[in-house]
Every structure is written in C-alpha cells, then in structure tokens.
C-alpha cells in the first residue's frame, strides 16, 4: 500500500521562502509522475507543480511560476518543493500526489489523475 508523508511545513515571514519534502513508501517511487496541490482558506483544492517520473518535464500553476520549483529524487523517494518569494496568497495546505503511469506519460495538472496522496503539511505566510 502506497503511503505519502508531507513535512517541512511552517510560519514564515512574507518574502521568505520554505521548502517541504513528501517521502513516498511502499511502493516504487519512481514509477510515479508527483504533484503538488493546496488548498487555501474557502477554496477548492488546485494544482501548483508536478513533475514527471525522470525529472525531464515539469508543470507549473501560473500563480507560483518563477517562484516555487518542483524536483524529487528517486534514489531517496522523495519528492520537493522549494518555495521562494511566499506571499499570504500562499498560505495553504499542501499536498502531495502521486500519479502511477508509464515512462514518458505527460505530467498532469488534474487531481483526478492522482491516486496517491498525503495528508498535507500547512504553510503559513505572515504579512
């Protein structure tokens, strides 16, 4: 059974940055396309990043392009986001997913194709 554990969450400053970490067990990393989702206060759950099964291809939400970037490493099972410039927009539950396709399958920015997920870990950005 796939399990997912998001960490690194916290309190940080506006303009700061933060990077959370989600390790995947009990089943073969690699052989997953990973996202990252959040869900901000009285919204629905939305797509920020994914990135495909050997790093070539990644996906980006135009809200964080060019300020968080997505990357994982599969000797560690262990899939990253690196948040930088953070704003109170931000301030959200991340989650992690996991998508199990076929090498070469195009990263996903629908939640519907994830079959794994974690239980989040919160980012709080104070202005």
């Known amino acids: 059974q796939v399990q997912l554990v998001e960490s690194g969450g916290g309190l940080v400053q506006a303009g700061g940055s933060l990077r959370v970490s989600c390790v995947l067990s009990g089943r073969t990393f690699s052989h997953y396309i990973m996202g990252w989702f959040r869900q901000r206060p009285g919204k629905n759950r939305e797509f920020v990043a994914g990135?495909?099964?050997?790093?070539?291809?990644?996906e980006y939400a135009e809200s964080v392009k060019g300020r968080f970037a997505i990357s994982r490493d599969n000797a560690k099972n262990t899939l990253y986001l690196q948040m930088n410039d953070l704003s109170s927009e931000d301030t959200a539950l991340y989650y992690c997913?996991?998508?199990?396709?076929?090498?070469?399958?195009?990263?996903?920015?629908?939640?519907?194709?994830?079959?794994?997920w974690g239980q989040g870990t919160q980012v709080t950005v104070s202005s």
């Open positions: 997913a996991g998508d199990y396709r076929p090498v070469g399958t195009a990263v996903s920015t629908s939640s519907s194709h994830y079959d794994a």
């Open positions: 990135i495909s099964r050997n790093s070539k291809s990644t």
